[in-house]
């Protein structure tokens, strides 16, 4: 769902008609449309059309993006999820009623949401704890000297206690014990306290996947100030010859006195890498597994580049009102510098012109690019330049758990924040086809209809021995666009006989006849979402 | 005539008090610290009650329980577990291995002696 229409925005184009004092008839007027048809719109019973949006906007004092309703797109999904929570069954929630409350009480929405993500923090927390009071091997050591030290000392101390006649030696050699004990006892305390510690850092952790979520939608995946800065540190290092391995290694040499380094694979030293890299900035040094792929090894290169080259503009990107903790603004700083690397290796327009003409050809663009089919994927993503958008995607990793790794969202796309996505999703059965694209047209039972493109990727192994790491990677577009890629060719994107019945996850789905479901559905609140 | 009481607990400190309160009881005390030294004892030194920790090195609790149970010979032997309080899974493993007693640490004296002499002077089925 991502045309403007379909938001419920009606209930704020009155309330910003009324608080500029105009009549409906006054409005009308001015766009030139009846006032009976302005009456609808304002009362969310007909859509706003593309064609007066920029007029109205412009009528009202706001911007378009205001007025087109992103956040209460994405306030609507979340609204939605929170309403799906077990906690709230048999409320019997009207749709009605949750389109107004966004609509119209802009605050009272931000007060239910703020208070549901305070909720779901404290769940998860709470399950944490659960977890390390159940499974944690350092905590069930730590009590269980706890217990030990604390026998000791209760049974010397009753032999003190109760024995009368005791040899002053004997006496001495309890009392010895119950003060190493209770030594001891103090400091397996500690320790006790060191692992309840790390919980409460584990919990203000949680908060922030979702903030930086907020924070993407909210800039719709795109950071003109990154493509700037991208496009002003390729032209120099496009002086030594374009965006190569070699070239970054040179740049990063000169400009910033990094040494890189190669770590082949039978190294002993292969810890602490992350994506084939391992960066210590005590010593100025970028080591890379040699085994890694050239596709990963250029993309960690660019990636050190641009944190290393930029750090005041991608700060400065992460200081909004949607990042607010420290952990939220590092884990975006990290996206930031990803994608940065990404608009240099990917040079924005000459990315889009191409993926336009090859259709979107994930193959194809990474030919073009080098690239891996990941690199790709999240570079279509952030296509969203007013006047070069490409097609909308959200994007969805998982691992072969169900766990998902990385997501970026698209407004109105009901992507889950919490738990697994529906197993139908074509994320799930790529797994089963190992590097080969999976197409799928969904519908939801909204009928809102979907493409959705998906693939595994393999991250190289060192040796026989070390386990095959496999993710699946998913793009996802509304059919609406699906025909400007070339995913689409050859699927029925009209009819939707072919359709794949899916749900946004089995909470929210009321698919009843569906044999994959795991937990009972919130009809209701699926219609919330779906049908506004 | 004393009776021979056999600690199996690898905390030192423990060991101590226990060998104190059971030797000032009447009984002498053998001690292991492993699992592996306790079914050495059980073998070479014919004791008459065991007093057997869970978390042990090289073989557990549960292991040497199982290893005394499936001995035709050392069988009857009666064998008071010590076990961490509230933890009723280890409780129902060795139950369902045969243990004939639990203790919760932190004990107090009293109770282990009292339960050692109970246990001795008891006719263990089988035994």
Not at chain 1, 290 to 306: I, W
Not at chain 1, 363 to 392: I, N
Not at chain 2, 4 to 33: C, K, Q, T, Y
Request: with cysteine.
């Amino acid at each position: 769902m991502t045309d403007a229409s379909r938001t419920p925005i009606g209930f704020k184009i009155r309330e910003l008609r009324k608080g500029l004092g105009l009549t409906q008839a006054q409005m009308a007027k001015s766009l030139e449309i009846s006032a009976p048809y302005l009456n609808l719109m304002e009362s969310n019973k007909r859509p706003v059309s593309d064609a007066l949006l920029p007029n109205m906007a412009q009528l009202l004092k706001v911007d378009l993006e205001q007025l087109t309703g992103t956040t209460e797109r994405r306030q609507m999904d979340d609204l939605a999820e929170l309403s799906s929570d077990v906690l709230l069954d048999g409320l019997e929630l009207e749709k009605e009623f949750a389109a107004e409350v966004v609509g119209r009480y802009p605050n009272w929405t931000r007060a239910i949401l703020r208070l549901g993500q305070q909720y779901r923090e404290q769940a998860q927390a709470l399950s944490t704890l659960s977890d390390r009071f159940n499974r944690d091997p350092a905590l069930g050591a730590t009590m269980h000297r706890i217990l030990n030290h604390t026998t000791a000392i209760r049974s010397s101390s009753e032999i003190l206690g109760d024995t009368v006649a005791m040899d002053p030696e004997q006496r001495q050699r309890f009392g010895q014990i119950v003060l190493e004990e209770s030594q001891r006892l103090s400091a397996a305390t500690e320790s006790l306290i060191n692992v309840m510690g790390r919980d409460a850092d584990t919990t203000s952790l949680h908060s922030a996947p979702q903030q930086v979520d907020d924070f993407i939608v909210h800039n719709q995946s795109f950071f003109p100030a990154l493509e700037d800065a991208a496009d002003d540190l390729r032209s120099r290092i496009d002086a030594l010859g374009s965006t190569t391995e070699s070239a970054l290694v040179e740049f990063l040499e000169a400009a910033h006195g990094i040494s890189v380094v190669g770590v082949k694979a039978d190294s002993v030293d292969r810890s602490g890498f992350r994506n084939g890299s391992r960066y210590d900035e005590d010593t100025r040094t970028m080591a890379l597994l040699e085994y890694a792929p050239g596709t990963t090894r250029r993309f960690q290169l660019a990636r050190l580049v641009c944190s290393l080259s930029c750090p005041d503009v991608l700060e400065a990107s992460t200081i909004t009102p949607e990042l607010t903790t420290d952990p939220a603004r590092n884990q975006a700083n990290a996206y930031l510098a990803s994608y940065m690397a990404s608009a240099m290796l990917f040079p924005y327009s000459e990315f889009f012109q191409d993926a336009e003409t090859h259709r979107y050809d994930l193959q194809l663009l990474r030919q073009r690019y080098s690239a891996s089919f990941e690199q790709v994927a999240h570079r279509l993503v952030t296509l969203r330049r007013p006047g070069e958008e490409g097609v909308p995607f959200a994007f969805l990793r998982s691992d072969p758990a169900g766990f998902v790794t990385k997501r970026y969202p698209l407004p109105g796309f009901p992507l889950p924040r919490y738990g697994n996505a529906c197993p139908l999703w074509a994320i799930y059965p790529a797994f089963q086809t190992p590097d080969r694209i999976v197409r799928q047209v969904v519908e939801f039972a909204s009928g809102d209809r979907y493409l959705f493109i998906a693939r595994t990727v393999t991250k190289q192994r060192a040796n026989f021995m070390e386990p095959r790491f496999v993710h699946s990677v998913m793009l996802m577009t509304s059919v609406l666009d699906a025909d400007r890629t070339v995913y689409a060719d050859g699927l029925d994107l009209d009819t939707g006989e072919f359709d794949v019945p899916v749900g946004p996850g089995c909470r929210l789905c009321s698919r009843d006849d569906c044999s994959y479901r795991e937990e009972p559905a919130a009809v209701n609140l699926i219609n919330v979402t779906r049908d506004t | 005539m004393n009776k021979r009481v056999a600690i199996v607990e690898d905390e030192p400190h423990i060991v101590e008090s226990l060998r104190f309160i059971l030797n000032r009881a009447g009984h002498d005390v053998i001690v292991a610290d492993n699992g592996d030294a306790a079914i050495e004892i059980v073998k070479n030194d014919s004791p008459d009650i065991m007093v057997l920790d869970i978390m042990l090195p090289i073989k557990n609790g549960f292991e040497v329980l199982k290893w005394i149970r499936s001995q035709t010979r050392y069988r009857s032997l009666p064998v008071l577990m010590l076990t961490a309080k509230g933890q009723d899974k280890d409780r129902n493993t060795a139950t369902s291995l045969g243990v004939d007693a639990f203790i919760a640490k932190p004990f107090s004296n009293d109770e282990v002696v009292d339960c050692v002499n109970r246990l001795l002077v008891a006719e263990r089925p089988g035994g």
